[in-house]
Nanobody, 123 residues
Framework: QERFVESGGGLVQPGGSLTLSCAAS????????IGWFRQAPGKEREFVSA????????LYGDSVKGRFTISRDNAKNTVYLQMNSLKPEDTAVYYC????????????????WGQGTQVTVSS
């Protein structure tokens, strides 16, 4: 069965850091771009970051530029999102998603989705 497993979410104080992981099982990420999206209560799903299948093309949403870093380890079939300098407005459910080859900022262009992991930034 093809699925993603996201992990690494939790409660963190403002200014803190978390690293999210997105591990695929049942399919390979080698030829797929991976995107991270987030959705806060009452808000639309928002693009966070994406990395192409080669890792050479990387995009970030304006609200996370300079604070978040996406990376991938194809040998482990896993993609990571390092989140630093977290703010209360980063609170959301974070989802990883996959599509073939190249990056996109549009959620509907992604085929596979994980179940999400909750990130809460609060003092």
């Amino acid at each position: 069965q093809e699925r993603f497993v996201e992990s690494g979410g939790g409660l963190v104080q403002p200014g803190g850091s978390l690293t999210l992981s997105c591990a695929a099982s049942g399919f390979t990420l080698d030829t797929r771009a991976i995107g991270w999206f987030r959705q806060a209560p009452g808000k639309e799903r928002e693009f966070v970051s994406a990395i192409s299948w080669t890792g050479r093309s990387i995009l970030y949403g304006d609200s996370v530029k300079g604070r978040f870093t996406i990376s991938r380890d194809n040998a482990k079939n896993t993609v990571y999102l390092q989140m630093n300098s977290l703010k209360p407005e980063d609170t959301a459910v974070y989802y990883c998603a996959a599509r073939d080859w190249e990056v996109s900022t549009t959620a509907r262009e992604y085929t596979y989705w994980g179940q999400g992991t909750q990130v809460t930034v609060s003092s």
